[in-house]
């Protein structure tokens, strides 16, 4: 079964800046809207980036003019490019389409930001 692949995660001080990558397990031929979602023990999965296949792109206010999402539509990869990172922004960061599809989970990547 298809489900998404996020690497890129890491540990890095604040102000500091990560690009995260997620690409499909295998083929993925509908023109989904994709996004990336964040996940902490405290809170509820988060949206907090979209695309769609035409690249319009929607951002939650706690990350606007700092994180940029970006895609792939011949594979339906998809990139979300962060600075300025805050402690705020550690999570687990999952990409998946719109809306969330338990199928397509993957196993998140891990970042977090701290001094």
């Known amino acids: 079964q298809v489900h998404f692949v996020e690497s890129g995660g890491g540990l890095v001080q604040p102000g500091g800046s990560l690009r995260l990558s997620c690409a499909p397990s295998?083929?993925?031929?509908?023109?989904?809207?994709l996004g990336w979602y964040r996940q902490t023990p405290e809170k509820q999965r988060e949206l907090i980036a979209r695309?769609?296949?035409?690249?319009?792109?929607y951002y939650a206010d706690s990350v606007k003019d700092r994180f940029t999402i970006s895609r792939h539509n011949g594979n339906n990869t998809v990139w979300l490019q962060m600075t300025n990172l805050k402690p705020e922004d550690t999570a687990v960061y999952y990409c998946?389409?719109?809306?969330?599809?338990?199928?397509?989970r993957g196993q998140g990547t891990q970042v977090t930001v701290s001094s």
């Open positions: 998946n389409r719109i809306p969330f599809s338990t199928e397509f």
């Open positions: 695309i769609t296949y035409g690249g319009a792109t």
């Open positions: 295998g083929s993925i031929f509908e023109k989904y809207i």
